[in-house]
């Protein structure tokens, strides 16, 4: 999740904006220039992203170098993070909701066609933010990696279609498609009572485990029903057999 901290601008200009509310009379003038300066921030972040974003596959790329020329790769997270600014940026005024619409549709269907580890439902963590691919290698360099399956990455990811199902009419049922077929307890390692960092399904490879807040936060972000996971007692659902890593290959062989 390493550009964690480039792609949440925009939600915190959303918070910021909004907290300023009304002005008294007093202070009108400066909290009204307060909130000029937040809502050009927006725009220039949003406008970021429009440079980043592809236009036929609706994935916004992990950079963008100062010529202007995008970064072939892309992660979970940038595609997470698009989605849920796309929609802070309609409720700024920045763009109109069709034009919402139009550009999460195309993301939906990119989602809807790229390839995932089954049966986890989940997301590999770098593709070609052009076509969608998964990546074996790395594009700057050629060097080959080992495609994973990131938790919290995949966490930012069903966090952007929970905020698009819950707040887009009509893609709200593609939205909660994708995200029900995304299965968080393959990650569960009940010896540790913790969320594993991530699974290479080439390799086997898990390392255990996220803290206590990172495992908590990863199930707020996934869970159906919003509740705290990994506590047998507090989240039954969410380590249930249907949601457990017996649903993928990751449980036999990475404990």
């Not at 601008?9 to 003038?29: F, R």
């Not at 020329?69 to 979970?76: D, G, L, P």
């Not at 009940?190 to 390799?203: E, K, L, S």
């Amino acid at each position: 999740m390493r550009n964690m901290t480039r792609k949440a601008p925009l939600l915190v200009l959303l918070i910021l904006v909004l907290t300023i509310g009304l002005p008294s009379a007093a202070a009108a003038q400066g909290n009204g220039d307060r909130q000029e300066v937040l809502q050009r921030y927006a725009r220039d972040t949003w406008a970021s992203f429009v440079a980043m974003t592809d236009s036929n596959s609706g994935l916004p790329a992990d950079s963008l170098k100062a010529d202007g020329t995008q970064s072939v790769e892309t992660s979970t997270t940038n595609i997470g993070a698009y989605m849920w600014s796309a929609l802070v940026a309609e409720q700024l005024g920045i763009i109109s909701h069709d034009e919402a619409v139009a550009r999460l549709d195309r993301t939906l269907h990119s989602l809807e066609t790229m390839e995932r580890h089954q049966p986890s439902g989940q997301y590999y963590n770098w593709y070609d933010h052009t076509t969608g691919a998964k990546l074996t290698y790395w594009p700057p360099t050629g060097a080959p990696i080992t495609p994973i399956l990131s938790s919290v990455d995949n966490g930012w990811l069903a966090t952007g279609l929970q905020v698009v199902a819950n707040s887009v009419p009509e893609l709200s049922a593609r939205a909660k498609a994708l995200f029900d077929s995304m299965h968080f307890g393959f990650y569960y390692r009940p010896d540790a009572n913790r969320i594993a960092f991530f699974y290479a399904p080439d390799t086997g490879e898990s390392p255990c485990c996220y803290d206590k807040d990172r495992t908590h936060m990863l199930g707020c972000a996934s869970y159906r029903d919003g509740a705290a996971v990994c506590s047998r007692r507090s989240c039954p659902h969410y380590l249930s057999p249907r949601n457990s890593g017996g649903r993928g290959a990751g449980r036999s062989t990475t404990r």
